[in-house]
């Protein structure tokens, strides 16, 4: 499994007997969300433009795909 696919928080679920761990979100879909927080938080409103929602989501998944291929180089 890469390292993007990997859980980003796993935990294992009280009580669970098989002691298998939840794994949510992955490391790769919680960079993204974390890129476009960044990159909604510093838009001035008047530059978001309806319709422009795709762009900033693929904007987003590049730069946790940038980070991720930065991270598996340093390893």
């Known amino acids: 499994m890469k390292n993007a696919d990997m ?8 009580g ?15 960079m993204a ?3 476009m927080q960044g990159l909604l938080s510093g838009s001035n409103t008047n530059e978001l433009v309806v319709g422009d929602e795709r762009n900033i ?5 590049d730069y946790a795909d940038a980070l ?4 598996e180089e340093k390893q």
Not at 68 to 71: R, S
């Open 7 to 14: 859980p980003a928080m796993p935990y294992v679920v009280p």
């Open 16 to 30: 669970d007997v098989t002691m298998q761990p939840y794994e949510g979100l992955t490391k790769r879909e919680m």
């Open 33 to 35: 969300m974390a890129a």
């Open 57 to 61: 989501a693929e904007t987003a998944v």
């Open 68 to 71: 991720l291929a930065a991270l």
